[in-house]
């Protein structure tokens, strides 16, 4: 369990203490607010705060005085409507602020994602626990042999149980001489500041990351993506979960539109029509290069 009996007894008296509002409330969201949802071995994200809900996104679009639009279905439709036609800014008028616990090399990932705001956990002010992640035994996989930025098989036997020990004694003893250096036993102590630099990407920190609908939905298309480093996928993909119960409209728009839709090039398209009339097209008479045309192939299923 990544959360202490303190923080848990904190979340369940947030969780007693509802507050009347006029504010939108989306019963999806009330559901997760606060709760922590485990990811890896030591993480966690959970909601602490949302704004707007499938309707806000739009009442903004139609910049009304009401609730926006009059029935659900004219809703849904709305948003799937902005979502197919990259109309995003009534997608900005929601937004999620996530508490999130990740290892460190996760969050390198992570902060790429410049459209949001973070705070982070301080390191100079604390002290970091003693808090590693150490992969599953199905996720320690060897170097991927046909992508540079991926892994292939899983380790197996005397190799995956050499690596799993490598990886816990380098974390215990970088953390051990972390707290040797801290320790003011009789000496002044190296500042929290300086002693942080030996610890290793694996252990865990956290941080407050609030982002809006519309950029939110960026990073989890890329992130909840198959070509993503599994360790920020998962992160990903709890957090469409989360989402997907906040504002369900603009999910399955996004999950329509985006997860499962493909964006085709001038030329792809032209190679589709001709295939659907009826010509035999190729990667030498399709004008594409290699690449492009095993692309194709993957988004037309061939
Ligand atoms: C599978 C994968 C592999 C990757 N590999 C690498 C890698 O090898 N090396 C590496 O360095 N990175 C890598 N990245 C990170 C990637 O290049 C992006 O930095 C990251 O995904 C953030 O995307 P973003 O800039 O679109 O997001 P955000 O920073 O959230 O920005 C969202 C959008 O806002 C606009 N925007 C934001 N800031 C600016 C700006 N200053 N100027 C202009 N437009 C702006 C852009 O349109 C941008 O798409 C990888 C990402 C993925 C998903």
């Known amino acids: 369990m990544p959360l202490t009996p303190e923080q848990a007894a ?13 504010r939108a409330v989306a019963p999806g969201a009330e559901a997760h607010l606060y709760t922590a949802h485990p990811v890896l071995d030591h993480g966690f994200i959970r909601m602490v705060d949302y704004m707007g809900d499938d309707s806000a996104i739009c009442q903004a679009a139609r910049v009304s005085y009401g609730k926006g639009t009059k029935s659900v279905s004219n809703d849904e439709g709305l948003i799937r409507y902005l979502m197919r036609h990259w109309h995003s800014t009534p997608f900005e008028m929601c937004e999620i602020k996530l508490h999130v616990k990740l290892p460190v090399f996760v969050a390198r990932q992570w902060i790429r994602h410049r459209t949001a705001n973070v705070n982070e956990y301080s390191a100079r002010y604390s002290i970091l626990d003693r808090e590693f992640y150490i992969p599953q035994p199905d996720a320690l996989a060897a170097q991927s042999t046909t992508n540079n930025q991926g892994r292939g098989a899983v380790l197996t036997g005397r190799e995956a149980e050499r690596v799993l020990e490598i990886l816990k004694s380098d ?3 970088a953390y051990d001489h ?15 500041e300086l002693a942080r630099m030996n610890l290793p990407a694996n252990i865990y920190t956290q941080w407050y990351w609030k982002v809006d609908l519309h950029n939110l ?8 993506d198959a070509h993503a480093q599994m360790e ?14 906040w504002v369900p409209f603009a999910y399955g728009a996004f999950e329509d539109y985006r997860m499962g ?3 085709l090039s001038a030329k792809a398209l032209d190679c589709l029509r ?11 008479t399709s004008g ?15």
Not at 10 to 22: G, K, M, N, V, W
Not at 178 to 192: I, K, V
Not at 217 to 224: E, K, S, W, Y
Not at 232 to 245: G, L, N, Q, S
């Open 232 to 245: 920020i996928r998962v992160y990903a993909e709890a957090i469409c979960k989360v989402v997907a119960d």
């Open 178 to 192: 972390y707290e040797e250096m801290l320790s003011e036993d009789g000496q002044q102590g190296l500042a929290r």
């Open 274 to 284: 001709r295939m659907l009339a009826g010509e035999a097209v190729t990667q030498e």
């Open 261 to 263: 839709g493909a964006t």
């Open 10 to 22: 904190e979340i369940d008296a947030l969780r007693a203490t509802p507050q009347p509002t006029l």
């Open 171 to 173: 974390s215990d003893r």
């Open 288 to 302: 594409m290069s290699k690449g492009e045309w095993r692309e194709f192939e993957g988004v037309i299923g061939s």
């Open 217 to 224: 939905f960026h990073f989890l298309r890329l992130r909840a």
